[in-house]
T-cell receptor, first 116, second 111 residues
């Protein structure tokens, strides 16, 4: 069964801490994405990567950075956690175009981060 | 600017009836649309998709309709079941690897 695995389901961190969220996929996908989900705001793209060591900013990159040293792993880093970064964080992966029958994202189970 | 909009944040439907979830988009370059379903504390899972060359796609109880002239798509679930209670996101792609998601509609199916 193909998988996107996020290292933690629940995290509680203190304001100002540096936080690492890890995501690993076993589908050999080139593309990986980090989203956050907030009530009423849907899924908002933070960062994405089309290849190893490559990254691009999404719609809300402020306060975040990412690392992709290996194809299967995409890490999201909160440089100095703040309370407004309390959210559900979702990692996803996908194959690149052209579209095949499997076009679309495979998501991880999410990490519920609370910053206190 | 929200390119994909789900104007109904919630919907409540009786078991056995039809659920209709709506989605509007503004970008005429979108050529592929998907619906995802999300349970609490889980990641979204793919439900059904449609290419812009079609106006309907069916998979069991789920049918997606696309009206390109109105820039509108809808997801029909017939008959609705309690296990369908979840948040539904529509998403769109403009021939890129990146999906643009709507804000979601919470569907509750009651007995």
């Amino acid at each position: 069964d193909v998988k996107v695995t996020q290292s933690s389901r629940y995290l509680v961190k203190r304001t100002g801490e540096k936080v690492f969220l890890e995501c690993v996929q076993d589908m050999d996908h080139e593309n990986m994405f980090w989203y956050r989900q907030d009530p009423g705001l849907g899924l908002r793209l933070i960062y994405f990567s089309y290849d190893v060591k490559m990254k691009e900013k999404g719609d809300i990159p402020e306060g975040y950075s990412v690392s992709r040293e290996k194809k299967e792993r995409f890490s999201l880093i909160l440089e100095s956690a703040s309370t407004n970064q309390t959210s559900m964080y979702l990692c996803a992966s996908s194959s690149p175009l052209p579209r095949t029958a499997n076009y679309g994202y495979t998501f991880g189970s999410g990490t519920r981060l609370t910053v206190v | 600017d929200q390119q994909v909009k789900q104007n109904s944040p919630s919907l409540s439907v009786q078991e056995g009836r039809i659920s209709i979830l709506n989605c509007d988009y503004t970008n005429s370059m979108f050529d592929y649309f998907l619906w995802y379903k999300k349970y609490p504390a889980e990641g979204p899972t793919f439900l059904i998709s449609i290419s812009s060359i079609k106006d309907k796609n069916e998979d069991g109880r789920f049918t997606v309709f696309l009206n390109k002239s109105a820039k509108h798509l809808s997801l029909h679930i017939v008959p609705s079941q309690p296990g369908d209670s979840a948040v539904y996101f529509c998403a769109a792609s403009a021939n890129t690897d990146k999906l643009i998601f709507g804000t979601g509609t919470r569907l509750q199916v009651f007995p």
